[in-house]
């Protein structure tokens, strides 16, 4: 990979903590829990974010590991 990919990447990592940026962890573990769940159970339906992951899926296969 070289700065073009880099590039890529840095936009995609910004795209995606915009996307969940308005979710907080609450400050209990009981809570975190719960949160958590949630949060799982809403980001694997994320339009956005299952763009992205393909995004990032394209890209990386044309760069495997040895």
Do not use: G
Not at 28 to 33: A, G, Q, W
Not at 42 to 58: C, D, F, H, S, Y
């Amino acid at each position: 990979m070289k700065e073009k990919e880099m590039v890529k990447i840095a936009k995609w990592m910004n795209e995606v903590i915009e996307e969940v940026k308005h979710y907080q962890l609450p400050a209990t573990k009981e809570e975190r829990s719960l949160f958590m769940k949630k949060f799982r159970a809403e980001v694997v339906k994320n339009k956005k974010l299952l763009q992205i992951a393909t995004q990032v899926k394209a890209l990386t296969a044309k760069f495997p590991t040895p």
